[in-house]
């Protein structure tokens, strides 16, 4: 049996100042490693130093921007394009996570072009897909998460899911220091990877890497990648504390899941 690489995001979100981002990308090169793929979410503004700080340390840590526009150019005052990203060294970005959706109001089918546009400009695409409280309490979760997930994907080629990375986020667990159960979490995630079969094939499904977000510390997260279908984590608050961030890291390279096929 192979294993799906696991996959540890920092999403910075509006923090940092340039200062503390370049203390944060140094940071961040020391738990990279062989088995795992860590990626860096800096703020639009700080992606050029970030880039350039991991090439010159030869880390292998993926930088990848908060979000995109969906078009190639013109005039979209404070928009940023893929083709800009990629410019200043990007290889990944973040679609449809709960704060450009809740809070800055991007729809489900935005984030279907958004996600078409990263994908087809050769980015790894975190694709943020997950419920919000009331939606849960209604016992939604399944419902709103094959929703998203399905719009996320409406726009996108089938060639271009091989850099497709799904972030399971349940809206209420964002920051606010509530965690899904490991076996909640792990029965989202296996419901997610049925939809992803139903969209496109077994092999495709069982390649994707799933990752769930949601008030993840060192404390939790090795119970967490120990489920089958969760392949690593999307980070926000503890991707800013070094050593959180690492632990949560080392906790990812010990709990691979196993499946049929390797991404």
């Known amino acids: 049996m192979a294993t799906r690489r696991p996959f540890v995001g920092g999403n910075w979100k509006m923090n940092t100042t340039a200062r503390e981002a370049d203390a944060l990308a140094r940071a961040v090169t020391a738990p990279a490693a062989d088995d795992i793929d860590i990626a860096v979410f800096p703020p639009f503004v700080y992606l050029d130093r970030v880039s350039a700080a991991l090439r010159q340390a030869g880390s292998p840590t993926i930088v990848g921007a908060q979000d995109l526009d969906h078009r190639d150019n013109g005039a979209l005052t404070g928009q940023v394009s893929a083709a800009m990203l990629t410019d200043l060294g990007c290889t990944a970005a973040l679609t449809g996570h709960s704060e450009r959706r809740h809070i800055l109001g991007d729809s489900d089918d935005l984030v279907g072009l958004k996600t078409a546009r990263a994908l087809g400009s050769g980015l790894i695409c975190l694709l943020c897909i997950g419920e919000t409280l ?19 994907l409406a726009h996108a080629k089938p060639a271009s899911l091989d850099a ?9 667990a964002i920051g606010t220091g509530r965690t899904a159960s490991p076996e909640d979490a792990q029965n989202a995630h296996a419901a997610i990877r049925g939809v992803l079969a139903d969209l496109t094939d077994n092999r495709t499904a069982q390649a994707t890497r799933i990752l769930y977000g949601g008030s993840v510390k060192p404390s939790n997260a090795a119970e967490l990648f120990a489920q089958p279908d969760i392949d690593g984590g999307l980070i926000g608050g503890a991707s800013l504390d070094p050593e959180a961030f690492a632990a949560i890291c080392q906790a990812a390279t010990h709990t691979t899941s196993t499946t049929s096929s390797a991404r």
């Open 134 to 152: 009331e939606q849960r309490e209604a016992g939604d979760t399944d419902a709103v998460n094959e929703r998203q997930l399905r719009a996320g």
């Open 164 to 172: 497709l990375v799904v972030a399971y986020e349940p809206v209420w």
